[in-house]
Nanobody
Framework: QVELVESGGGSVQPGGSLRLACAAS????????MGWYRQAPGKLRDLVAS???????NYASFVKGRFTISRENARNTVWLQMNSLKPEDTAVYYC????????????WGQGTQVTVSS
């Protein structure tokens, strides 16, 4: 069982930055893949970024060059640095863990709201 708690969401103006954190209840060293999804009102949940235990990263095209995902095993935390935020980035951001990398058992956090508005 993996418990995930997100933090760092909030309201920011367009062009601003936020840094999201996903803290796990235990060691993440053996969790193959972790990452972030987001869901805007009335829309499906979209993958934003993921990172493997080997620090291989993957980004959605709509955040490439603006968002950076990283993991800090010593602190059991995954980070999402979000720069140059746009109004369309407004969504609830969810952290997830995929321990075996095959998607057979996923763990989710409760989500954190990000609002980008002038």
């Amino acid at each position: 069982q993996v418990e995930l708690v997100e933090s760092g969401g909030g309201s920011v103006q367009p062009g601003g930055s936020l840094r999201l954190a996903c803290a796990a209840s235990g060691s993440i060293a053996n969790i193959y893949r972790m990452g972030w999804y987001r869901q805007a009102p009335g829309k499906l949940r979209d993958l934003v970024a993921s990172i493997t235990s080997r620090n291989t990263t993957n980004y959605a095209s709509f955040v490439k060059g603006r968002f950076t995902i990283s993991r800090e095993n010593a602190r059991n935390t995954v980070w999402l640095q979000m720069n140059s935020l746009k109004p369309e980035d407004t969504a609830v951001y969810y952290c997830y863990a995929d321990p075996d990398g095959l998607g057979r058992r996923l763990y989710w956090g409760q989500g954190t709201q990000v609002t980008v508005s002038s």
